[in-house]
């Protein structure tokens, strides 16, 4: 009976993890799913450990702490990418607590996995279930329970294997990209691996050749699986620069809390930020676009080793010309202005949404390049402001893609024709649904006089709140609650049953809900929803339909 182990089986079975991963990161990598990875995980996380493994292997002692130490540096010291990292944390928690033992129990085993957990979660400014993360915290959880009574650490490992496995399948749904993909987590699998190589050295099977089954059954196409995020995750990459270093040799000065001040401080700079470590060295990465002002903070901490800095734009630009041949039949592209509504527009599936709108008319180029960034022959476009038509209609000619405009004059009509547009109906009778559409929505706007004049019968003054509908100005006062329900009454027929408020930024969602309960008590026939645009000049967008 195995119940415990010693520093020389841990260290035939660190090397027998490195050497599993090794041979089967090429599996590992096949499943890397994300448009813009740091790297492919398969090879970022065997590297990781074949670093953890070197430090092991020329470590002169067996004793658990040395081991143990040899481990967390060596695996810190070769990490590479999110994946890379995050393993090298699951390691150092592991090895926090293996080197404070004389041996290895189940139990131990037990502390040890819920140890390197703790750390992983810690590491990551934001932890995303579905992901490594949650496949190790799932093992950690079952190792508490099956170490409630006594058990051979080779059944502990075969117990936390099947329980990683299990957890495994299920990535796809924590973390929808993965399910439109048809894959288990990258990550995870390339844990799982590693875990069996050390169960495989424990029970003296060092065979390589393991077969795995990470495929999904999807339903839909390809290009259907794809669009969502292959060319707009593409097309727009916040931070163009993967940055990666070590801060060796700190400063006598540098502190814990520096170092915690440094991670908030490239949080403010940048996202996928890790700062991990202590004042022996410290392991850091971030995407940002002043990768200067990150090392010039990190040189106040210390001396910098293996830098690494990537253009993730360029990366970008060769993943766009892999993938440009592939076509769907249709895409989508609107205009409009407010982060409310452009996430709306995303929400009903546009590929693409261009920011303007009253004052800020894209150009017949700008419309054409967010038209070439969509993956379809044939694109249908939502210009949402007359002023706007004419550049999409000029926007023909500067691309490949066949354009079909639609003439939305206002955002309002431009949603009413996307939720007509049916991606199996044929583009003739697309086109005639989406044109109908527009004429089943009216449109108000409520915003403010910018001088004193006089128009539409109205003696305005500058600053007065007023109410305009599709052709002149119907409304005037000094309050927005006011003017708005005068605008909808003057807008109001027996034909309409949907009253729609879109909100901007100058108005609180507690000023909208009013307003709509006063609608909803007035209509009591109409349904009154109110939705955040955060459109600029315009307090509220009103939709009747």
Do not use: W
């Amino acid at each position: 009976m195995q119940k415990s182990i010693n520093g020389a089986i841990l260290r035939k079975m660190i090397l027998n993890g490195a050497k599993l991963l090794d041979s089967n990161k090429e599996h590992v990598d096949s499943l890397n799913v994300f448009p813009v990875p740091d790297g492919d995980t398969g090879t970022n996380m065997s590297l990781t450990m074949m670093s953890a493994a070197k430090e092991v292997s020329n470590c002169p002692s067996n004793g658990l702490d040395a081991l143990s130490d040899a481990l967390s540096k060596g695996a810190l010291r070769g990490a590479r990418g999110n994946s890379g990292v995050i393993l090298s944390q699951i390691l150092k928690g592991m090895a926090t607590v293996l080197s404070q033992c004389q041996e290895i129990t189940a139990k131990t085993l037990a502390k040890a996995l819920n140890a390197g957990t703790d750390i992983a979660y810690k590491a990551v400014t934001k932890p995303k279930e579905g992901t490594i993360l949650t496949v190790v915290r799932a093992m950690s959880e079952h190792a508490k329970t099956v170490t409630k009574k006594s058990v051979e650490v080779p059944a502990f490992f075969e117990s936390i294997l099947a329980a990683g496995e299990e957890m495994l399948k299920q990535t796809p749904e924590l973390l929808p990209v993965l399910k439109k993909a048809g894959v288990v987590d990258a990550g995870g699998r390339g844990l799982l691996i590693i875990f069996q190589g050390f169960y495989h050295a424990l029970i003296g099977q060092e065979d390589t050749n393991i077969a795995f089954d990470d495929s999904l059954q999807t339903s839909g196409s390809q290009y259907d699986e794809q669009a969502h995020f292959d060319y707009n995750d593409l097309a727009e990459i916040e931070y163009a620069y993967c940055t990666e270093f070590f801060i060796v040799h700190l400063k006598k000065k540098t502190t814990e809390a520096d170092i915690d001040r440094f991670r908030e401080h490239l949080m403010t700079i940048g996202d996928c930020v890790l700062v991990i470590g202590d004042l022996n060295m410290v392991k850091v990465h971030v995407h940002s676009n002043e990768p200067g002002t990150v090392l010039t903070y990190a040189l106040e901490l210390g001396e910098l080793d293996r830098l690494k800095i990537e253009n993730m734009l360029e990366q970008n630009r060769a993943l766009i010309g892999q993938k440009k041949e592939e076509l769907k039949p249709y895409g989508l592209v609107a205009v409009c202005a407010g982060e409310g509504l452009t996430n709306i527009f995303k929400d009903l599936l546009v590929d693409n949404v261009i920011e303007g709108g009253q004052t800020m008319n894209p150009s017949a180029e700008d419309i054409a390049k967010a038209c070439d960034a969509v993956p379809a022959k044939d694109v249908f476009v939502f210009p949402n402001n007359k002023n706007i038509i004419l550049a999409a209609e000029q926007a023909k000619v500067l691309t490949k893609h066949n354009l079909h405009i639609i003439p939305t004059k206002d955002v309002p009509q431009g949603l009413s024709a996307v939720l007509a547009f049916n991606p199996e109906d044929t583009l003739d009778n697309n086109l005639q649904a989406m044109t109908e559409a527009i004429g089943n929505v009216k449109t108000g706007m409520v915003t403010y006089a910018v001088r004193s004049t006089q128009v539409d019968n109205f003696d305005l003054h500058e600053g007065d709140i007023i109410g305009i509908d599709s052709k002149s100005i119907v409304a005037k006062g000094e309050k927005v609650q006011s003017v708005t329900a005068q605008l909808v009454d003057k807008m109001m027929d027996s034909s309409v049953s949907n009253i729609t408020l879109y909100f901007g930024n100058e108005v609180k969602e507690e000023e909208a809900g009013e307003i709509a309960r006063e609608l909803s008590e007035k209509y009591n026939r109409c349904d009154v929803d109110i939705h955040y645009g955060g459109q600029p000049l315009y307090y509220y967008i009103v939709s009747l339909e």
